[in-house]
C-alpha cells in the first residue's frame, strides 16, 4: 500500500496505535504460571473492545487471536495451555484489521529471572530493528534495510533467520510488496516509493539461520532451536524519513 491521502494516514495510525497498546498490555501482563491463551485472552479483549478483528485470523483463520511463541519457539505460536515459566523467552505478535486497514507489531520478553546473554540478545532485537528503520528513506533502494540490519548483526556476532521476511501492510495484512529481507540481498532492485507502508521485523538469533514448521502446521522453529527474538513495527516512508506506525 502507498498511502494517497491524509484520511489513509490517519486510520493508519489509529490501528497501529491500537496494535501497539494491545502488545504493550499483554507485555505487561505476561507472568509464570498464566497460560498462553489466558494472554491471548487479554490481546482480543482490549482489540475487540475497540471493535477490531485479530488479523491472523481474519487472513489466514489462525487458531489464536495473537501469535505466542515460546523459545525455542520463534514466530506463529499458538496460544493454549502452555504454561509461562521463569527464564522463558517469548514472542507476542500483534496485527489487527481496522476500518479497512491493518497495523502489525511484535516483540520478544524474557520472563526473570533470565540470563545476561538473553537479555543482550532482546535489547540487541530491538537495535537491530531500528537500524533498519533508520535507513528508510523514498527513491533509496528497499534493500538498503536488510544490508543495515545485516551490519549491525554481524558487528554484534548474531546471526538472522533469512527464511522469514518484512513485507508490505495496509489494505492487507500481508500486503505488496510482499517479502522484504532483513538481510542483505544485492539482487534486489526495488525502490521505496513515498508513501510505502511495510514492516520491519528482523529475526536476530544467536546461531540460527532458518526456521522449520511444526506439526502443528503454525509454529516456527530454528532448526537447532538456538534462541531467536523478534521485534517489529509498521512503518510509512515519508519525505521527512521513516513514519513509525506502532509506537505507544
Not at 496460544?79 to 481496522?98: F, H, Q, R, Y
Not at 540490519?149 to 510482499?178: C, K, M, T, W
Amino acid at each position: 500500500m502507498t498511502i494517497e491521502n491524509e484520511d489513509q494516514l490517519e486510520k493508519l495510525r489509529t490501528v497501529g496505535n491500537l496494535v501497539a497498546r494491545t502488545l504493550e498490555a499483554m507485555g505487561k501482563a505476561l507472568e509464570p504460571g498464566m497460560t498462553t491463551r489466558e494472554l491471548d485472552d487479554i490481546g482480543r479483549a482490549l482489540l475487540e473492545a475497540e471493535g477490531a478483528r485479530s488479523a491472523p485470523e481474519l487472513t489466514y483463520n489462525f487458531p489464536g487471536a495473537t501469535c505466542i511463541s515460546v523459545g525455542p519457539d520463534c514466530a506463529h505460536g499458538i496460544p493454549g495451555d502452555t504454561v509461562v515459566k521463569a527464564g522463558d523467552l517469548i514472542n507476542i505478535d500483534v496485527s489487527a484489521e481496522l476500518d479497512g486497514y491493518f497495523g502489525d507489531t511484535g516483540a520478544s520478553f524474557s520472563v526473570p529471572p533470565t540470563t545476561k546473554r538473553i537479555e543482550k540478545l532482546c535489547r540487541d532485537g530491538r537495535r537491530a530493528m531500528w537500524a533498519g528503520i533508520r535507513s528508510v528513506r523514498p527513491g533509496g533502494k528497499l534493500n538498503e534495510v536488510g544490508r543495515s540490519i545485516e551490519r549491525f548483526a554481524d558487528q554484534h556476532g548474531y546471526s538472522l533467520v533469512r527464511n522469514l521476511a518484512s513485507h508490505g501492510v495496509g489494505l492487507s495484512l500481508h500486503d505488496e510488496p510482499r517479502e522484504i529481507p532483513t538481510w542483505h540481498e544485492p539482487r534486489d532492485r526495488r525502490t521505496i516509493p513515498e508513501g510505502l507502508v511495510f514492516t520491519i521485523e528482523p529475526f536476530l538469533s544467536l546461531g540460527a539461520n532458518h526456521v522449520e514448521e511444526l506439526n502443528d502446521g503454525w509454529t516456527l522453529r530454528p532448526l537447532g532451536k538456538q534462541p531467536t527474538v523478534q521485534y517489529e513495527h509498521t512503518l510509512v516512508a515519508t519525505r521527512n524519513g521513516p513514519l513509525v506506525l506502532t509506537l505507544v
